[in-house]
Nanobody
Framework: QVQLVKSGGGLVQPGGSLRLSCAAS????????MRWYRQVPGKQRELVALITDGGVTNYADSVKDRFTISRDNAKNTVYLQMNSLKPEDTAVYYCNADIRALLPGTRNYWGQGTQVTVSS
């Protein structure tokens, strides 16, 4: 069974940095696009960044030039480096990936959320 296991997150002061990582495990054949979302209570989940299997990246306007998404295909892991953090970046962050596995084929997977709090 495929799982996405996250690490990172926590409390940081404005202007600080955090790195999130998310590793996929299981009987995986291929991982296609990998994404990071975030959600604030009462609001819709927002796509923060994505990276294709070819390494093409895209970012929400609110995080451009501050956040960097990357992936290590050998480790089936996606990262989100977050710099110059602002209080409005406070949210629960989720990783998401399109994965082709032995069973049940190709489908979309979500990791568990991790809280990122930016506050002095």
């Amino acid at each position: 069974q495929v799982q996405l296991v996250k690490s990172g997150g926590g409390l940081v002061q404005p202007g600080g940095s955090l790195r999130l990582s998310c590793a996929a495990s299981g009987s995986i054949f291929s991982i296609y696009a990998m994404r990071w979302y975030r959600q604030v209570p009462g609001k819709q989940r927002e796509l923060v960044a994505l990276i294709t299997d070819g390494g093409v990246t895209n970012y929400a306007d609110s995080v451009k030039d501050r956040f960097t998404i990357s992936r290590d295909n050998a480790k089936n892991t996606v990262y989100l480096q977050m710099n110059s953090l602002k209080p409005e970046d406070t949210a629960v962050y989720y990783c998401n990936a399109d994965i082709r596995a032995l069973l049940p084929g190709t489908r979309n997977y979500w990791g568990q959320g991790t809280q990122v709090t930016v506050s002095s």
